[in-house]
Nanobody, 112 residues
Framework: VQLQASGGGLVQAGGSLRLSCATSGLIFGFTIMGWYRQIPGKQRELVASITGGGTTNYADAVKGRFSISKDNTKATVYLDMNNLRPEDTAVYYC???????WGQGTLVAVSS
């Protein structure tokens, strides 16, 4: 299983970014996919997830601002992040399933 995350960067507060996670080696359409984030010194936390059937779940901190989606034909999951805040600054990771299949992380930095 391989996951390749991309799309992070530096953005001003109120701005938007789109993260992508391209996968291979999965039965993608049946796999729950998640985006997590981690700040140094803190535990990695779930940001959003999407099931094989398309049911989504969001952390309270990002509800109404972030949107997770996927393209089964491309085996890729996306995280659209709008109205970004400085507290969203973190390394973002994609995860396949609930085991140890993680992408390499992409840094999102939001300036005030």
């Amino acid at each position: 299983v391989q996951l390749q995350a991309s799309g992070g960067g530096l953005v001003q507060a109120g701005g938007s970014l789109r993260l992508s996670c391209a996968t291979s080696g999965l039965i993608f359409g049946f796999t729950i996919m998640g985006w997590y984030r981690q700040i140094p010194g803190k535990q990695r936390e779930l940001v959003a997830s999407i099931t094989g059937g398309g049911t989504t779940n969001y952390a309270d901190a990002v509800k109404g601002r972030f949107s997770i989606s996927k393209d089964n034909t491309k085996a890729t999951v996306y995280l659209d992040m709008n109205n970004l805040r400085p507290e969203d600054t973190a390394v973002y990771y994609c995860r396949a399933g609930l085991g140890d299949d993680w992408g390499q992380g992409t840094l999102v930095a939001v300036s005030s």
